[in-house]
C-alpha cells in the first residue's frame, strides 16, 4: 500500500469509480479514460504491490532518480528517461531506489483502445520499461492530465485527460520509432532527402551510414512501414507536388528535378502515388 501520508510535493487525482464507469460508457472515453493519475517528487519508501495487478493500465515515467519493479516474473530497473508500461491484469510491485529515489508521474488509464495502446510500444509483462526520449514533452502532458482532473472530473475534464493520454502514449511510440540523431538510420534519411534528384543503391547507402542491407531496410519498414527505395519516392513526390503547386515549371522540368529522365515514367510513378496525373494534380490543388 502506498504510504498515507504521501510525499512532500506530491499530487494525487483519483477519479470516482461511478463517474468512471459513466465515462467508459460515453463516445471517446469509452475508448480512453485516465482514472487515476499523479505526481511524486523524490518519493523515499515509496512502495506498491498488487499481486493481482489492476484493471487498468499503468504508466509511470521517471523524471529523475531511480526505481525498481517487478512485473510478473521479471525483475527491473527504472531510471530517469524511462517509462514503467504495466499492462492491466498483471500482478506487480514497484518502488523508490532507497538511495536515490525517483520522480515519478504516473497515470492508470482503461478503455477499449489501452492493450492496442500499450501493445503498439512494444510494452509487455516480459519488457515493461519504454526509453522516453523527449521527457520534457511527457511531463508536461501528464501535468496536464493532473492539472485538468485536480480541477474537476466533468466530462469534459475527462476529455481532455483522454486526450493528453492518447497524445502521451503515441508520442512516446513516435520516439521510439524514429530515428536518434546522428544513428543509422537518421543518416540515411538526411542523405536520401539531400539526393531527391538522383538515384540511391541500397547496399552503398548501407555500406555509407555502416549497416547492412538487410538490417538498413528492416530500420526503414520499421521507422516508415515502407522500404527504402519507397521512402525515397515518398520524399521525391513531396517535392514534385510542391514544385506543381508553387512553381510554373513544366512536367519535363519537374521531373527532371526529382531525378526521372523519363517525363512518361515520372507521371505513371506520381499516378500511382496520387491517384491523378501531375497535370490534374496542378489543375485541382494550384486555383
Known amino acids: ?53 489492476t484493471d487498468e493500465a499503468i504508466v509511470i515515467v521517471c523524471a529523475s532518480g531511480t526505481g525498481w519493479a517487478r512485473v510478473g516474473s521479471g525483475a527491473h530497473r527504472l531510471g530517469a528517461w524511462q517509462a514503467l508500461v504495466i499492462p492491466r491484469g498483471v500482478p506487480h510491485s514497484y518502488g523508490a531506489d532507497a538511495r536515490d529515489p525517483w520522480t ?43 492539472s485538468g482532473l485536480e480541477r474537476d472530473q466533468s466530462p469534459v475534464r475527462l476529455l481532455g485527460a483522454a486526450g493528453a493520454a492518447w497524445k502521451l502514449l503515441t508520442q512516446i511510440n513516435v520516439d521510439r520509432l524514429m530515428p536518434e540523431p546522428g544513428d543509422p538510420l537518421q543518416r540515411a534519411m538526411n542523405y536520401l532527402a539531400e539526393r531527391l534528384d538522383g538515384k540511391v543503391k541500397v547496399p552503398e547507402l548501407a555500406s555509407l551510414v555502416g549497416v547492412s542491407p538487410s538490417h538498413l531496410s528492416t530500420l526503414f519498414r520499421r521507422a516508415t512501414g515502407g522500404g527504402v527505395l519507397a521512402h525515397h519516392t515518398a520524399l521525391r513526390m513531396a517535392r514534385a507536388r510542391q514544385l506543381l503547386d508553387a512553381t510554373d515549371a513544366t512536367i519535363t522540368e519537374i521531373a527532371f528535378d526529382v531525378g526521372f529522365d523519363d517525363a512518361f515514367y515520372f507521371s505513371r510513378v506520381f499516378r500511382r502515388h496520387h491517384g491523378m496525373s501531375p497535370s490534374e494534380f496542378r489543375q485541382r490543388y494550384s486555383d
Not at 480512453?32 to 519508501?45: E, K, M
Open 104 to 146: 515519478i508521474w504516473w497515470a492508470h488509464l482503461a478503455g477499449t483502445d489501452v492493450t492496442e495502446l500499450v501493445e503498439s510500444l512494444e510494452a509487455s509483462a516480459e519488457r515493461p520499461v519504454v526509453p522516453i526520449r523527449a521527457i520534457d514533452r511527457a511531463v508536461a502532458l501528464l501535468d496536464e492530465i493532473v
Open 1 to 53: 500500500m502506498p504510504i498515507e501520508e504521501g510525499f512532500r510535493g506530491q499530487r494525487l487525482v483519483v477519479v470516482p469509480r461511478p463517474q468512471v464507469a459513466e465515462a467508459l460508457r460515453r463516445p471517446v472515453t469509452r475508448r480512453l479514460l485516465v482514472t487515476d493519475a499523479g505526481y511524486y517528487p523524490a518519493a523515499a519508501d515509496h512502495r506498491m504491490q498488487r499481486p493481482r495487478g
